[in-house]
């Protein structure tokens, strides 16, 4: 593991109040180290081809001087749905602005993909000792290729992805997280993800809803046997209407989508995993506003 580099924290001192959000939200609310994890290497399942990736994942750990005594440790996990993106917010931005005054936060810095890639790294990023983590994979493991339809290294059938969330749902409990919950993978739009609007080309990688549904019903079996509940993003999306909240791309979510979830995860983790009385937030102070 690389050392340790520092970066700037921001956080007003003392205030608990969000005093600077960077652009890609890259930096957490209340960490003030990163170090990166040795590089991974994911091969194609089966060995199909002989294509390999390098990634470099980010892990962010707590200062004990920067956290605000007896608030819940707060972990999110997930793919760019998650992630502010070059035309969107993700839903984790307006999860940490509802949750600031109440939690001690943090996020993975990177985009944590597919439910293998999660599985390599887990143990690095329960180094923070998360009370509570919000965890999502689903949307690379379905992936394929647009034109003949080979698996990517990043793509899990249905037997081996539920194999990847079991292990990880264990390896949380083992390292003490109190309150897991699992977030179910959003509705991908099959008509605007097919072929990109702009350049009438069909888009890198392949996701149909049907296997959004098929995902998701796997990751469901092994949370109800784990007795880990479930916070139905798709079904939110569905609701909300698939063409609100998605952008263009027929799988990220748009601004009206982002903080649509965003408040969902805020009150699924508030309700199941609740700050102690004496640090909740006073009614009305709950938007992370700086004043």
């Given amino acids: 593991m ?7 924290v921001r956080l007003e001192a003392g205030g608990g109040r969000v005093a600077d959000l960077p652009d890609d939200f890259a930096a957490p609310l209340y960490f003030a180290n990163r170090s990166t994890v040795e590089t991974k290497r994911l091969r194609t399942v089966g060995g199909r081809t002989e294509f390999e990736r390098d990634r470099q994942m980010k892990i962010l ?67 923070c000792a998360p009370d509570v983590v919000h965890y999502n994979a689903g949307l690379h493991d379905l992936s394929r290729h647009p034109r003949t339809d080979v698996l990517p290294p990043w793509h899990h059938p249905v037997d081996r992805y539920q194999d990847n ?12 997280v109190r309150t897991i919950v699992w977030a179910s993978s959003t509705p991908v739009h099959d008509g605007w993800h097919d072929v990109d609007v702009r350049t009438g080309r069909p888009r890198g990688v392949r996701r149909k809803n049907a296997d959004v549904i098929r995902y998701n019903a796997a990751a469901a079996e092994v949370m109800a046997a784990e007795g880990v509940p479930i916070n139905d993003l798709y079904a939110r999306v569905m609701d909300e209407g698939v063409e609100r909240c998605l952008v263009p ?7 009206h989508g982002s903080a649509i979830l965003g408040a969902q995860v805020a009150e699924t983790i508030t309700r199941l995993h609740p700050p102690r009385p004496e640090h909740a937030a006073t009614p009305g102070k709950h938007d992370g506003s700086t004043t």
């Fill in 61 to 127: 750990r707590w200062l004990s001087d920067r956290e605000r005594p007896g608030r819940p440790r707060v972990l999110l996990i997930g793919d760019s749905i998650r992630m502010r993106q070059a035309d969107t917010t993700g839903y984790g931005l307006h999860a940490y602005r509802a949750l600031v005054n109440d939690y001690n936060l943090s996020h993975i810095s990177h985009n944590t993909e597919n439910s293998g890639l999660v599985r390599e790294l887990i143990d690095d990023w329960l180094q």
């Fill in 2 to 8: 690389q050392p340790v580099i520092p970066v700037a």
């Fill in 249 to 255: 791309d027929g799988v990220h979510l748009s601004h």
């Fill in 165 to 176: 969330l079991r292990f990880v749902i264990g390896r949380m409990r083992e390292h003490g």
